[in-house]
């Protein structure tokens, strides 16, 4: 009995072994992540503390820690993702270098092409009222009548492209333009 | 003693710049020409005064009254001579002082000339630039005074008073904390009152502005009377923000040289509506149109000068709470606030004296393409404005902060600085007034063939990255636009001159040096941005900790560690220095020494790169002082930085193309007797 009890012993012991060894074996494979695969993360977070700095430069201490914890987080398997919403969910949505297309934040994003696509239309619907104007007679004083509004050369005479530009030239030398 | 001088002279020059205002009010509404004379003797009696109480801040900064609260902060005893003259611009206090000391120097040299043909704008330009005068003054003698002393009250409390609390006795430190050491660069000893010379100059163009609203004169003779001042703020606040971005990668150890920082992007916003304004003046000038829009563009850039120094100045970047704390931000954003509402007004008020004298007449005319030219600057203008104001909109509506960050600010600018890039090309080669496709396709399409090559050359080179190939595109382009222009306009002097080509090319930028300084300008810019272009799309970084005598690669060189000193210096601090070899293959390049200095007095560290430069790359380490340094082995992180030295090399060509743009036109001063 108590021979058996030591080959039990041993087998449990042997079984226990079989099991360790892989872990054993893959945390020694799994090497201790490097720094640029540190800073590959962090260089897309923000410091919480300090003011518009992103992680991976930050000099305080409490970055420092932060970065260990991105290397301790990617030595334990985590991914990128994962990681970001650690910071997020601690640290709330500042530590990103963008706001979260979510909620208002879907306002940075949508108001200035909005603004400029409403300059453009505007610049557009201008620009089609001054040409229709333009087909009728032109009254007021035109600053420069004879400005590039000389006879137009035949096409393809590199002589008389050569002698428009030249014309122009001159008039907008004279006029200091 | 010398201190309560000091802020009486600010008090009296306050007191001045008020009566000013008042005084050129009467003058105008009385038709008083006595009056108008009192208001400018006395706007010009600001700068003198202001001088003086600067000249004395100076000298009590030099000789360490540390028992000034200010001096206290920006001053210690290890400071070298040049660096506690340059203190004065070094904390919030100072720079007040500077900005008020440089608008009271402009409005004294605006109302130095004689005015008999704009007699009637004179009042007015003393009441816009007599008022921001009187704004910045209230804010030094009421909430940032620089003459304010340490007081122990009786609770044992310092505080900074210019009177003495009740009970409380004075107190003298015997050192002070001295200055930021990141301020202790060259870059950023000039890049403060390089920006605020920019900053305080647009206020002028405003001035002649607001002049001309208010009187009704709807010509352009305010914009031809302050040509050279729109110039002048325009290269100052260029080189500002330059010599900022050069102190950011020298200093800042980040590998960087503009991190989309809301503090930059306040000094850029101002820089963006102002070459607007200078591209847009040309039309009104040369067509006489867009005069209601020129009024709104230099509207803006005042309130976005005023804007900048606000976000910097009220605290209101790190939160909103910070600015209902802050003293100074509630008067700023009412300041602001009220300036732009009556301007507006006033804008509104003038809208039908202001309409266009000719209509636009094609497509393809050069007021065409610079206005879609103000419409990109617009755009990136209203993205930088949004990204910087949102995080404070978010914390106000939802209690949470949010960064807006590089991404945000690349992915949208890029297509807009691309084409800006592509009509920097283009618009010199449409004509004023009736240009059509077909003219500008004749002159375009000669600098097109060598720029369709240059995609094809860098493909084969091995270049692949899409935005890379349309950049360096565009900036081919617009480099043979630019010297087929000159080229055609100096084989046009030649045959009409019969001289060589130099002296031709000579006698072409002398007759028009706006003209010719403009593309110079524009040059300056496409090389610039082969600077950007290289870093931004090709920055590599590699963090490692070296043993001595082991190396790190990066980009083909190879880097070994060599040793580690540490040693005090003489101002206070002690630097900690490595040395590395460089190495490109087996061939030795040199050595490199990164290091940091920490100040002791204040507790400050200061990273200091080392940087291998040339045209092609920069090869920059920093030592990574806030991880574990011993002489057997230490971290660096190598940045490799390729072509950044180019946006260096452009900005010495913005300067000498500058000066070429501003430089005097004999017949022009004669005919419009400029200021």
């Not at chain 2, 102190?247 to 102002?274: C, F, K, N, Q, R």
Request: glycine share 8%; charged share 15%.
């Amino acid at each position: 009995m108590k021979t058996k009890n030591i080959f039990l012993l041993i087998f449990f012991f042997q079984l226990f072994a079989a099991t360790l060894i892989p872990s054993i074996a893959v945390s020694a494979q799994q090497p201790t992540p490097s720094d640029d695969e540190v800073n590959a993360i962090a260089r897309q977070l923000y410091c919480p503390v300090c003011e518009n700095t992103p992680l991976d430069v930050c000099p305080t201490t409490a970055c420092h820690q932060w970065r260990e914890l991105i290397r301790q987080m990617l030595a334990e398997g985590k991914s990128e993702a994962e990681i970001k919403q650690y910071f997020v969910d601690y640290y709330g949505a500042r530590v990103l270098s963008e706001p979260p297309r979510t909620g208002i934040n879907w306002l940075v994003y949508v108001v200035p092409p909005v603004a400029f696509l409403a300059g453009v239309t505007l610049l557009f619907r201008a620009f089609t009222t001054w040409k229709r104007l333009t087909k009728e007679p032109i009254t007021g004083a035109d600053h420069s009548s004879s400005s590039g509004s000389g006879p137009e050369p035949a096409e393809g005479s590199g002589t008389a492209v050569d002698d428009e530009y030249v014309a122009r030239l001159e008039e907008e030398l004279k006029k200091r333009n | 003693m010398l201190a309560q001088s000091g802020f009486g002279v600010f008090v009296l020059t306050f007191l001045l710049a008020l009566f000013s205002v008042g005084a050129a009010v009467v003058g105008y509404f009385d038709k008083s020409d006595r009056w108008v004379e009192a208001a400018r003797r006395a706007m010009q009696l600001t700068f003198p005064l202001i001088s003086l109480a600067t000249l004395m801040l100076a000298y009590l900064l030099v000789t360490g009254h540390y028992e000034l609260q200010y001096v206290y902060s920006v001053t210690s005893n290890d400071m070298p001579f040049y660096l506690k003259l340059t203190a004065l611009w070094g904390g919030q206090a100072g720079s007040l002082v500077l900005w008020s000391w440089l608008m009271s120097a402009f409005a004294s040299a605006v109302t130095l000339r004689k005015w008999e043909r704009d007699r009637e704008l004179l009042p007015w330009v003393i009441v816009v630039t007599s008022v921001t005068l009187a704004f910045f003054l209230s804010l030094t003698i009421l909430y940032e005074n620089p003459f304010a002393r340490w007081w122990q009250t009786t609770g044992g409390d310092f505080v900074p008073r210019m009177f003495a609390p009740a009970g409380a006795v004075p107190i003298t430190p015997a050192d002070g904390q001295g200055l930021n050491p990141l301020l202790r660069h060259p870059g950023m000893i000039i890049h403060p009152p390089m920006l605020y010379l920019g900053f305080v100059a647009f206020v002028i163009p405003y001035a002649f502005a607001i002049a001309a609203l208010v009187t009704g004169r709807s010509d352009d003779r305010w914009i031809r009377l302050t040509r050279r001042w729109t110039l002048v703020a325009w290269l100052f606040l260029s080189l500002g923000l330059v010599l900022g971005m050069r102190w950011a990668y020298d200093v800042l150890g980040w590998g960087g040289y503009w991190g989309w920082d809301p503090v930059e992007i306040s000094a850029l916003m101002p820089w963006l509506t102002g070459t607007a304004f200078l591209h847009s003046v040309m039309i009104q000038e040369k067509r006489g149109m867009f005069k209601q829009w020129n009024m709104l563009l230099i509207i803006l850039t005042y309130a976005l000068v005023i804007f900048g120094t606000f976000l910097t100045r009220s605290g209101v970047l790190s939160s909103v709470h910070a600015f209902s704390q802050s003293a100074i931000g509630p008067m700023f954003f009412a300041f602001i606030g009220i300036t732009f509402v009556t301007s507006v007004a006033l804008l509104i008020y003038r809208w039908k004296d202001l309409r266009a004298e000719v209509e636009m007449k094609s497509l393809f005319s050069r007021e065409a393409l610079f206005l879609l030219n103000n419409l990109l600057f617009m755009g990136v203008l209203i993205v930088c404005f949004w990204g910087v104001i949102f995080p404070l909109i978010s914390e106000l509506v939802t209690g949470q902060k949010v960064t807006v960050g590089p991404p945000f600010y690349l992915r949208a600018n890029g297509p807009l600085f691309g084409a800006l890039l592509a009509l920097m090309g283009i618009a010199p080669l449409s004509a004023w007034g009736r240009s059509t496709y077909k003219t500008l396709g004749r002159a375009l399409w000669k600098p097109s063939i060598p720029s369709a090559i240059v995609p094809v050359v860098l493909a084969i080179l091995g270049v692949h990255n899409w935005i890379a190939l349309v950049g360096f595109t565009l900036v081919a382009f617009v480099i043979f636009v630019t010297l087929f222009e000159f080229w055609r306009g100096v084989r046009s002097q030649q045959k009409k001159q019969k001289v060589n080509f130099l002296v031709a090319l000579w006698q072409l930028a002398g007759r028009n040096h706006r003209r010719y300084g403009g593309y110079l300008i524009h040059l300056s810019m496409v090389v610039m941005a082969i600077g950007i272009l290289g870093i931004e799309l090709y920055q590599t970084t590699t963090q490692k900790t070296l043993a001595v005598g082991e190396d790190i690669q990066i980009a083909g060189y190879t880097l070994r560690f060599d040793s580690l000193a540490q040693f005090p210096y003489t101002d206070g601090r002690i630097v900690t220095r490595a040395a590395l070899s460089v190495f490109r293959g087996d061939k030795f390049l040199g050595n490199l020494y990164p290091r940091y200095d920490y100040y002791t007095a204040s507790g400050q560290p200061m990273t200091i790169a080392g940087v291998r430069s040339t045209l092609a790359d920069d090869l920059y380490v920093v030592l990574v002082n806030w991880e574990n340094v011993s002489a057997a082995q230490a971290p660096f992180k190598v940045y490799h930085n390729p072509l950044v030295n180019w946006l260096w090399i452009g900005s010495l060509m913005f300067i000498f193309g500058f000066l070429v743009a501003a430089w005097p036109e004999r017949e022009d001063e004669k005919r419009e007797g400029k200021i």
